[in-house]
């Protein structure tokens, strides 16, 4: 059974204070209500604590998963390639940066689940290049290219240039170098092809 030491502080001044009490009592009660009023600011201070904690912790959970969802919607903003969407994605990242709440690490790791080169997804839409700019520099489409065919076209390509017949090889660096004068460029999804046909995939990479 606990015990209510306020309360027992308390009760023990007042006996102090009763007539007839003799001073060696008075000095003994006053004694032990200084022991119960210790005990019960340590208690309250205790209970204090706790309180803090689970604040401390529900904010802290609270926060991770605003950033979580911020994240998401960036990523998927960005995913989308549609130019408003795009543009409002990064508008918000930018924003977060200059708050001091950058969120590009979870950002990036969305786009990675999600088959995506995470700095294809943050280059400019051609949409939003001028097409009737002479001297605006060509757009780059890479993003705009569906995952999967990116990683169709990159994986023929490093097989190619892994192959020993020259031609194959010439073939593939050039159409690499027309693709990427185009604004597609392919360059580290085919080295990524390379490196897991010759040495094998990244083992901390997901088997799936």
């Known amino acids: 059974m606990s015990i209510d030491h306020r309360a027992e502080a308390e009760r023990r001044l007042l006996m102090a204070w009763e007539e007839d009490r003799a001073p060696e009592d008075v000095v ?3 004694a032990e209500a200084q022991v119960h009023a210790t005990l019960a600011r340590g208690e309250a201070q205790d209970a204090t ?3 803090l904690r689970d604040a401390l912790h529900s904010l802290r959970r609270r926060y991770n998963d605003t950033r979580n969802l911020v994240a998401t919607h960036i990523a998927q903003g960005l995913a989308s390639r549609e130019k408003d ?3 409002a994605a ?3 990242s930018k924003a977060l940066d200059e708050a001091y709440c950058n969120v590009d690490d979870l950002v990036d790791a969305r786009l990675s689940d999600e088959g995506w080169d995470p700095r294809s ?3 400019t839409p051609a949409s939003l ?3 009737d ?3 605006a520099s060509t757009p780059d489409i890479t993003a705009d290219i569906p995952e999967r065919v990116r990683r169709v076209i990159a994986g023929h390509l490093a097989e190619m240039l892994l192959d020993r017949d020259e031609n194959a090889q010439r073939w593939a660096r050039g159409i690499a170098y027309e693709l990427k ?3 597609a460029d392919l360059t580290d999804a085919i080295k990524k092809r390379v490196h897991d046909l010759t040495l094998g995939p990244d083992p901390s990479e997901p088997p799936f």
């Open 28 to 30: 003994h009660l006053v």
């Open 49 to 51: 604590t706790a309180d």
């Open 85 to 87: 969407r795009w543009k």
């Open 90 to 92: 990064i508008d918000l």
């Open 121 to 123: 997804a943050y280059k």
């Open 129 to 131: 290049v001028p097409a």
């Open 133 to 135: 700019d002479p001297w």
């Open 181 to 183: 004068r185009e604004g």
